[in-house]
């Protein structure tokens, strides 16, 4: 773990797609899809319409935060939460032995130069007393957190594991991993025993000879909480799994109160009618999926992009008489050392946007009204959200 960081806690999200078809009852997550030799939609900007929610051919999971949580209670989020120590454990090496004589553990090398990587996925843990890769134990924790939360199991069965020593080339390009069957009563003790404490994920694998399905988890983003009004604040990767079918799943009826499965579309105009709350880069992440109405597309660009990197977006919150303006970098006003920034800035005389500006921001003007300003190429081959003349647009008022 990172014991340097000031400001933050490290964790991992995980955005997890599912065809709507749901599969047979089977206990444990399904097959990840295989990566198709090209995506057919572009990943280019411009204000296209937010697709009907009948045109998509997957659901989004979200689950509901507690009222009592100290974060964010009662909002929808992504399954994910804290990295906990035994995430870099050193016991993962025996687990992960097949894979270890790969200093990635299999994973493919993302080309972003090394200076330029979020810290969170730079940082050398070895000088932090690990010897489990940032980018293997960040993908553990969110795979760790989304069975304590919703019982969805990503696991490779140990009959599976020669076929990821292959190489990136085979693992990534006509596999599929599928989940080791467990029975219900099986899945809901090993469940409550890492409820009861992280390691014991650790030892479920040992004891199922089964490895987390690191390798179906793409690098997607990197969201850290803003300064002002959060308690906590979290340095978080994003990543992205696509499944063929909607897997059994189940709430922890501790953090999370319910979970469901919804389109993009769906979940963004349920906000609208404010029928469910979701944080901005929630909203954000979402109306970028509605890009991809096709679940083999989304995985396609997935796939394909995830080893161009991604860049660490710390919003910058500003105050007016009537919005909260989340600044992100790229933007005009993004400063050039937001991190050094502990406490929200006011200015209330921001001048109209022009479409030569460079405008990379969220706007709300109540928690339920949150509108994109846009304007920026985005880096890393990555998307711009779909904007939506009634969900999001370019504003013609003062901001």
Known sequence: MNTSLKHWREAAT???????????????????????????????GGGSHLPHRSSFDYNILLLKRSGKSGFMPNAYVF????VDSSDFSSDWLDVFKP???????????????????????????????????????LRICALRETFEESGVLLVVSKEEQSGLVKGAEDTYGGRHHTGHELDLGDLSKWRALVNQHPSNFIRMCRE??????????????????????????????????????????????REIELFQWSTPSEIL????????????????????????PSLTDLHSFTHQRATEGCEQWMPVIISTDEHHISLLPGDKLYPLDASGKDEEFRDS???????????????????????????????????????????????????
């Open 14 to 44: 995980l955005i997890l797609a599912a065809g709507h078809r749901l599969g047979a009852d089977s206990l444990m997550s399904r097959t990840p899809l295989t990566a198709p030799a090209a995506s057919r939609l572009d990943s280019g």
């Open 349 to 399: 005389h921001l001048e109209d946007p022009q479409e030569d500006c460079a405008l990379h921001r969220i706007v709300m003007s109540d928690p339920y009204t949150t509108t994109l300003q846009i304007t920026i190429t985005p880096k890393y081959k990555h998307l711009l959200p779909v904007v939506e003349p009634g969900l999001s647009h370019v504003s013609g008022s003062h901001l």
């Open 79 to 82: 399954p994910g939460g804290v």
């Open 269 to 292: 105009q349920s906000y609208q009618a404010r029928q469910m709350w979701i944080a901005p880069p929630q909203f954000y992440e979402l109306s970028r999926l509605c890009r991809f």
């Open 208 to 253: 199922l000879e089964v490895l987390p399905n690191i390798w179906a988890l793409h690098e997607w983003a990197n969201w850290l909480t803003p300064t002002g009004k959060y308690g906590a604040r979290f340095d978080t990767a994003f990543f992205m799994c696509c499944l063929q079918d909607i897997p059994h799943t189940l709430q922890d009826e």
């Open 99 to 137: 894979v270890t004589d790969s200093l990635t553990f299999g994973l493919r090398h993302a080309s972003q130069p090394l200076e330029t990587r979020p810290p969170i996925f730079a940082t050398d843990r070895v000088k932090l007393g690990s010897p489990i890769p940032g980018e293997v134990a």
